[in-house]
T-cell receptor
């Protein structure tokens, strides 16, 4: 079976500090990987998606970046966080085993102070 | 561009009653997939039900069923015999597998409250 994990689950970071959120999928190969952000009381905003190693598509211009150093690893980063980066970040995957369905990780709460 | 609209920010239902959550979408495609996800207080996004546009039969998963009206571009979720555990945010989502963009588009969600 397939599993997806992301960490850390919660973090509080000062403005201007760096960020690294990591997501790993197990039990599948060459998945499509996604990073979404959910601001308080709002829907899901697609930030990045990747269809393969080193292949990243950005949906929203911002100070965030994503990387996919390995087939099942997806990292969300920032060099300098802004207050507006606060929110709930969700990693998700879709693969051969899931058909056209996307499945989500547990999420990471980021508070920028 | 494809869009997904959930016009009900919040809904309430009495325990054991039935509630319907609305979702409309805009697309010029004929082949696509629609989904309902549940987000409980834990914030984990959980798949509730999915519908392939080429299937005329409405999808059903236990107490959850959809009313898929392709011509009207409507995809509502019916929850029967509502339980306290059904209280959550519900998101409608769309995907066009032929677009090549691999994107899933989500609505803004409906918060469902279940009253004991």
């Amino acid at each position: 079976s397939q599993t997806i994990h992301q960490w850390p689950a919660t973090l509080v970071q000062p403005v201007g500090s760096p960020l690294s959120l990591e997501c790993t999928v197990e039990g599948t190969s060459n998945p499509n990987l996604y990073w979404y952000r959910q601001a308080a009381g709002r829907g899901l905003q697609l930030l990045f998606y990747s269809v393969g190693i080193g292949q990243i598509s950005s949906e929203v211009p911002q100070n965030l970046s994503a990387s996919r150093p390995q087939d099942r690893q997806f990292i969300l980063s920032s060099k300098k966080l802004l207050l507006s980066d606060s929110g709930f970040y969700l990693c998700a995957w879709r693969g051969r085993e899931s058909g056209n369905t996307i499945y989500f990780g547990e999420g990471s709460w980021l508070t920028v102070v | 561009a494809q869009t997904v609209t959930q016009s009900q920010p919040e809904m309430s239902v009495q325990e054991a009653e039935t509630v319907t959550l609305s979702c409309t979408y805009d697309t010029s495609e004929s082949d696509y997939y629609l989904f309902w996800y549940k987000q409980p207080p834990s914030r984990q996004m959980i798949l509730v039900i999915r519908q392939e546009a080429y299937k005329q039969q409405n999808a059903t998963e236990n107490r959850f069923s959809v009313n898929f009206q392709k011509a009207a571009k409507s995809f509502s979720l019916k929850i029967s015999d509502s339980q306290l555990g059904d209280a959550a945010m519900y998101f409608c989502a769309y995907r066009n597998p032929t677009s090549g963009t691999y994107k899933y588009i989500f609505g803004t969600g409906t918060r469902l409250k279940v009253l004991a």
